[in-house]
């Protein structure tokens, strides 16, 4: 896959977490977003017991399992 154009140059911008989804783990996260309002972001958080989303109000929301190569 290409670089999208406006990407970050080389040398700036360290990535500081990665994360490797599966297809079921985006269709979790696409679920969260369809229930949530058109105007409301959701964090996804990197825990070490899986992937979670917490919405607007605050909820927690399992969405994925952690690989071991994303440690």
């Given amino acids: 896959m290409n670089q ?7 040398g700036e911008g360290v990535p500081v977490v990665r994360a490797r989804f ?3 783990t985006l269709c979790n ?10 105007d409301d ?5 990197l825990g070490a017991d ?3 989303v917490i919405t607007a ?3 927690r929301i399992f969405v994925g399992a ?3 190569s994303d440690a």
Wanted: glycine fraction near 12%; aromatic fraction near 6%; hydrophobic fraction near 45%.
């Fill in 41 to 45: 972001a959701v964090l996804v958080e």
């Fill in 4 to 10: 999208p154009s406006g990407g970050i140059p080389p």
């Fill in 22 to 24: 599966t297809l079921k």
């Fill in 57 to 59: 109000d605050g909820q």
């Fill in 66 to 68: 952690r690989h071991a």
């Fill in 50 to 52: 899986g992937i979670w």
């Fill in 29 to 38: 996260l696409l679920v969260v977003f369809e229930a949530t309002d058109e």
